[in-house]
C-alpha cells in the first residue's frame, strides 16, 4: 500500500530554516504529483504547496509564496520543502500527501487521498 513518512521537523527560531523530507513508497514515485499541508492546533488543514510528478509545475498558498521551496527527487522517491525565514505562524503539524490519480495535477485538498504521519514545525519567537 502507499506509505508517506515525512521527517525534519523541530524546534526553529525565528527567521531560522528547516528542510522536511517526506518518503513514499508503495507504487510508483514518479507519476504522482505530491503536495504539502499544515495543520496549526484549533485550526483546520491547510494547503502549502503542490509539485507535479515531474516537479516542473509547482503552487504555493500566499502565505508561504517566497520562503517556501518544494521540490522532489524521484531517484530517490523523495519530496522535500524547504522552509526559509520562518515565523511563529508557521507552527503547525506538516503532513505530505498525494493523490489517487497518476498524472494529475491537484487543485484542492479533495484531490488527495493518501496522507503521512506528519512531523511537528515548532517556531518561537
Known amino acids: 500500500q502507499v506509505r508517506l513518512v515525512e521527517s525534519g521537523g523541530g524546534l526553529v527560531q525565528a527567521g531560522g530554516s528547516l528542510r522536511l523530507s517526506c518518503a513514499a513508497s508503495?507504487?510508483?514515485?514518479?507519476?504522482?504529483?505530491m503536495g504539502w499541508f499544515r495543520q496549526a492546533p484549533g485550526k483546520e488543514r491547510e494547503f502549502v504547496a503542490t509539485?507535479?510528478?515531474?516537479?516542473?509545475?509547482?503552487s504555493y498558498a500566499d502565505s508561504v509564496k517566497g520562503r517556501f521551496t518544494m521540490f522532489r527527487d524521484n531517484a530517490k522517491n523523495t519530496v522535500y520543502l524547504q522552509m526559509n525565514s520562518l515565523t511563529p505562524e508557521d507552527t503547525a503539524v506538516y503532513y505530505c500527501a498525494s493523490p489517487r490519480r497518476s498524472s494529475y495535477y491537484p487543485r484542492t485538498k479533495d484531490d488527495f487521498s493518501y496522507w503521512g504521519q506528519g512531523t511537528q514545525v515548532t517556531v518561537s519567537s
Open positions: 508503495g507504487r510508483t514515485f514518479s507519476i504522482y504529483a
Open positions: 509539485i507535479s510528478w515531474s516537479g516542473g509545475e509547482t
